[in-house]
């Protein structure tokens, strides 16, 4: 399984903070995108670096991926109370085949204000 | 901008009862997929549909079946409904040939009683 695994499980920090999850997963992959989801609610696709980018940006979002590694991190800068959510990167399960992304357990994310 | 309608939001039914579930897709997508998510999990993927047609299949059990209707709009049936199906599940929809990109509804949390 390609199974991405986010690290850390729980993260809290004050309103202000960087707060940095990163995530694991086993074979190649095409990509990886980060979805935040707030609880029990929908998914939100945040962002999406293929395998030959390292790093990408989108507001306060940086995204890096390190393919010798197999391993990505989310970055959000600046957090705010607002970010409270959960954070789940997910992998593309079949390079070259349909997309069916597979989701790590992801990271619970609590910015204080 | 529309997006991808789930309905009932929520849902109460008893142990080997049946719960049928509708995802409505943004207009002019044609993939659906249904995720499932149990508490404190990830999403896992259950099955796909592209054209009406059955595109992938994940980790479905055989009590659930699937379809996508000609309006494009999907329909999740669970029969013999166990405790353990007591979850959320998500709909998402995109264009096959931006797939990579998958647009999530609001989730149906089913309750198993």
């Known amino acids: 399984s390609q199974q991405g695994e986010e690290d850390p499980q729980a993260l809290s920090i004050q309103e202000g903070e960087n707060a940095t999850m990163n995530c694991s997963y086993k074979?190649?992959?095409?990509?990886l995108q980060w979805y935040r989801q707030n609880s029990g609610r929908g998914l939100v696709h945040l962002i999406l670096?293929?395998?030959?980018?390292r790093e990408k940006h989108s507001g306060r979002l940086r995204v890096t991926l390190d393919t010798s590694k197999k391993s990505s991190s989310l970055l959000i800068t600046a957090s705010r109370a607002a970010d409270t959510a959960s954070y789940f990167c997910?992998?593309?399960?079949?390079?070259?085949?349909?997309?069916?992304?597979?989701f790590g357990r992801g990271t619970s994310l609590i910015v204080h204000p | 901008a529309a997006g991808v309608i789930q309905s009932p939001r929520h849902l109460i039914k008893e142990k080997r009862e049946t719960a049928t579930l509708k995802c409505y897709p943004i207009?002019?997508?044609?993939?659906v997929y249904w995720y499932q998510q149990g508490p404190g999990q990830d999403p896992q993927f259950l099955i796909s549909?592209?054209?009406?047609?059955?595109?992938d299949k994940g980790s479905i059990p055989d009590r659930f079946s699937a379809q996508q209707f000609s309006d494009y709009h999907s329909e999740l049936n669970m029969s013999s409904l166990e405790l353990g199906d007591s979850a959320l599940y998500f709909c998402?929809?995109?264009?096959?040939?931006?797939?990579?990109?998958?647009?999530f509804g609001p989730g149906t949390r089913l309750l198993v009683l």
């Open positions: 998402a929809s995109s264009l096959r040939d931006k797939e990579e990109t998958q647009y």
């Open positions: 074979t190649s992959i095409n990509n």
């Open positions: 670096i293929r395998s030959n980018e």
């Open positions: 997910a992998t593309d399960a079949e390079p070259g085949g349909s997309y069916i992304p597979t």
């Open positions: 207009p002019r997508h044609d993939t």
């Open positions: 549909f592209y054209e009406k047609m059955q595109s």
